[in-house]
């Protein structure tokens, strides 16, 4: 399946492991990893950072205590899995690439293998349709998606005779990011970058990086020219546009209990606690895009201000701090 690849203390080993897939309806291997991050119980911390690339998360794993074990995974489906402490609490950095089916495999996964509360913070990158200005920091309180409308694109005919009643995009309604951790997000990132550089506001998240977010492409008929004014029709607060957040909102309000195990366990839904921040690497304003160099100098600061809010968050419930954990193991 994928290259397993575990330092302790300085020591890199390296395996490869085939595991019988057992479960159709929810595939797990025969020694509990799960499909597609390939993670099992032990591997992953109730406190979660995830980004897009694997650079990103290797910049903020340089964080991680140096005096405590680092565990890496990278899956044959693109996941890479880094887990550690960070001021001496369990801490995961997981690189999940990019789109909502991805967010929607890692959350859903991870929550299966983890006992106790999770609290996921994102941090990637945006495009701007506010005032926001590239190298800015946009903190997403809450957000919407929007969808390619594929029945719209159906038949070409009736849509250029203006008789269908389809519209080419859908707009959903908004999720929000969990109030508390987000606030102590926008607390560290205001710290960290100056309170001109960072603003908080409404995401639209988009499944496509071209057509639902408006881009311009003559190989397709996408019928987006008016995209971005329709955003600020539909909803005119919304300031960042990006291809992942609304997901890890949606499934946070979504979920259940499950899979708590303390019999004291009061908790009956939202066991996932969610907030989202975003660089911005274009301006849809003025069409300007980020440089590589300020890309690389901003995450290296915003790296320390998200682990700082991650650890301060407080969480009820947890997995279970025993030495089946990576993060114990030497």
């Not at 903020?60 to 489906?77: G, I, T």
């Not at 499934?251 to 839904?269: E, F, Q």
């Not at 939202?270 to 274009?282: D, G, P, Q």
């Not at 025993?322 to 030497?330: E, F, L, P, S």
Request: hydrophobic share 40%; aromatic share 10%; with cysteine.
């Amino acid at each position: 399946m994928s290259n397993l690849i575990n330092y302790s203390n300085g020591e890199m080993k390296t395996s490869t492991f085939e595991e019988k897939m057992e479960n159709a309806n929810f595939p797990m291997s025969d020694k509990g990893r799960v499909y597609h991050v390939e993670v099992k119980r032990g591997e992953v911390a109730n406190r979660i950072i995830t980004v897009g690339d694997h650079t990103r998360a290797e910049e903020f794993a340089q964080y991680l205590d140096k005096d405590s074990p680092l565990f890496r995974l990278s899956s044959a489906r693109g996941f890479l899995t880094i887990t550690g402490k960070y001021k001496g609490v369990p801490i995961s950095i997981i690189a999940i690439g990019m789109g909502l089916p991805m967010m929607d495999f890692f959350v859903r996964e991870v929550r299966s293998v983890v006992d106790g509360q999770l609290a996921i913070i994102r941090f990637g990158t945006c495009g701007s349709i506010g005032a926001a200005r590239t190298g800015s920091i946009i903190v997403q309180n809450a957000a919407f998606a929007i969808t390619r409308n594929y029945n719209y694109f159906s038949d070409t005919e009736e849509i250029e005779s203006e008789l269908s009643d389809e519209k080419p995009y859908n707009f959903t309604k908004i999720f929000h990011a969990d109030p508390q951790l987000y606030k102590k997000i926008e607390l560290e990132l205001i710290n960290s970058f100056g309170e001109d550089n960072v603003f908080t506001g409404l995401n639209a998240t988009c499944d496509s990086f071209y057509s639902s977010q408006g881009r311009k492409d003559g190989n397709f008929r996408d019928y987006n020219s008016n995209l971005i004014s329709t955003i600020s029709d539909v909803y005119p607060e919304a300031i960042s546009l990006e291809m992942e957040a609304f997901m890890l909102f949606h499934l946070a309000k979504s979920s259940t209990s499950l899979p708590l195990k303390d019999s004291n366990n009061t908790i009956l839904k939202n066991s996932i606690k969610a907030a989202s921040a975003a660089m911005v690497v274009a301006d849809r304003v003025t069409n300007d895009f980020i440089s590589p160099v300020k890309v690389h100098d901003i995450q290296k600061v915003a790296g320390k201000a998200v682990l700082n809010a991650l650890v301060d968050f407080e969480l009820i419930y947890v997995h279970p701090d025993d030495d089946d954990c990576v993060w114990n193991q030497n």
